[in-house]
């Protein structure tokens, strides 16, 4: 059968639109390596009418879809199972800017137009598309839409559900719903956009947004800054808040065992240490003079150990590329067991001192790696083996425990065990296990009503309809490795 439609679907779309074999393989596993699979073929649509057509023809020889930009995600929700059977609908051609408007300060772009790409095309008007992320060389719009990505912007801008007005979207039997407007308020009936935003590719095919843009600060600086306590670093945050508003663009913290990762450390190392941004409207020198008499008074009050303010672009730039290069850095380390969680910012401190207590005493000597977007209360908690221990060994022993202990104190604390990174195929058990029935059951009839015959990248997000027979609660530890970012 596979060859029969391989050929119907090669006739219809022409070679170039569907690849196989050494082709099609880099579509087949992301870019980790973490999640590969095998896919009958790769489609690569021009345009909208082509994403229609191939969904109904997926549809007409009963196969399954799995939607890819960028395949920079982190959960394994881009790339096919090893069933040889699901083709994969790469979007990465649908890379047109349809517009770009300064008066409704928005940008209209297709799926698989590049993050950055769209980043310089606003900045090239002197706006600014305040989306952000490690991965924005690589990772498309569809993507950031559909996975409704954070980053480094989301404490002043929010993320990518908040800077989008508007969708275009394949639906599962080739309909196309478009709302492109661009319109700030629109209160006709439910929200569809939303439905959309985050599903993960269950649900539908995007294939183009309107992002609101801003005007670009004219200043932004960066400090480093140190501390003893995590408490002091909230403490520190809420003064920010009040001290710049929104102004303040960023608050990245890093613990001890993080910093530990530089070789040498090129600023000051304390049990915390946080990136802030600051970013404003105000000429530079006016915001220099705020933000260095808010540290000022930070120090004198005890909170700070040390501050170290950006003096140039070129520094500013260097203090950011700290912060980024530190996926990268845990991986030069060994790697590390990875946890992409969220808590009221209340409970960050109650929350990572808990839950290091009760590592500690699973573990001795291991090692939590916590760092990340400390002003959204988004924490990438990662634990590290004790020294001389392979990872290997360590998530043999105690990895399923360690994500019990990490996920059981979230919950604890009213928090979440998936922040921004989605859920994908790595956390669909863990959804099953932790969400409240009734919003899992109001899932489960979107989905059926959205895409009756499962069609829309089966097996991700929705966890298995009904659990083994005896089944307990097991972490599901085992998808992370070394390679895991983040
Ligand atoms: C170094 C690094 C840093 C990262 N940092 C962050 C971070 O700070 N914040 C954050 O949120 N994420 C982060 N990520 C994760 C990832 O970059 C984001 O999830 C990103 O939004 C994925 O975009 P993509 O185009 O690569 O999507 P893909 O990986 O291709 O797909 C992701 C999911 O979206 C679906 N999908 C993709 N395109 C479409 C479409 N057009 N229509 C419908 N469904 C679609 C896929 O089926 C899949 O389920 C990081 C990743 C890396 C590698």
Known sequence: ????????????????????????????????????????????????????????????????????????????????????????????????????????????????????DLQAAAAAQGLLLPLSLAAEGSCTLGGNLATNAGGTQVLRWGNARDLCLGLEVVTADGQVWSDLDGLRKDHRGFNLRDLFIGSEGCLGVITAGVMKLAPKPRSRLAAWITLRTLSDAMAVLAQAREAFAEGLSGFEAMGAEVQALWDAPPLPTA?????????????????????????????????????????????FEALWALREAIPEAQTRAGGNLKHDISLPLSALPAFCESAAQQL????????????????????????????????????????????????????????????????????????????????????????????????????????????RAGATAQPTNAGDDQRYCC
């Open 271 to 315: 049990p915390w240490a946080v990136l802030l941004e600051l970013s404003s409207a105000d000429p530079e020198d006016v915001s220099r003079a705020r933000l260095e008499a808010f540290l000022g008074e930070e120090l004198q009050a005890g909170r700070l150990q040390n501050a170290v303010l950006s003096q140039s672009q070129a520094q």
């Open 1 to 116: 059968m596979s060859l029969n439609v391989l050929d119907a679907l090669r006739r219809r779309f022409g070679d170039a639109q569907v690849l196989q074999g050494a082709e099609a393989a880099p579509f087949e596993h992301d870019w980790r390596g973490q999640f590969p699979g095998r896919a009958l073929a790769v489609l690569r649509p021009r345009d909208v009418a082509e994403v229609q057509a191939m969904l109904r023809a997926a549809a007409a020889f009963a196969l399954s879809v799995v939607p890819q930009g960028g395949n920079t995600g982190l959960v394994g929700g881009s790339t096919p199972d090893d069933s040889g059977q699901q083709l994969v609908l790469s979007l990465r051609r649908l890379n047109r800017v349809r517009a770009l408007s300064r008066d409704n300060l928005s940008l209209t772009a297709e799926a698989g137009c590049v993050l950055a």
């Open 360 to 467: 500690q005493t699973l573990c001795p000597g291991l090692r939590p790696m916590v760092f990340g977007h400390l002003g959204d209360g988004n924490l990438h908690y990662n634990v590290a083996p004790p020294s001389g221990v392979t990872l290997a060994a360590f998530r043999q022993q105690h990895g399923d425990a360690i994500t019990q202990i990490v996920f059981d104190a979230v919950a604890a604390h009213g928090g979440s065990f998936s922040a921004e990174h989605g859920i994908g195929r790595l956390r669909r058990e863990e959804l099953g296990r932790r969400l409240d029935p009734v919003a899992l059951g109001l899932m489960r009839q979107i989905k059926q009503a959205l895409d009756p015959a499962n069609r829309l990248n089966p097996g991700r997000v929705l966890p298995a309809e009904q659990p």
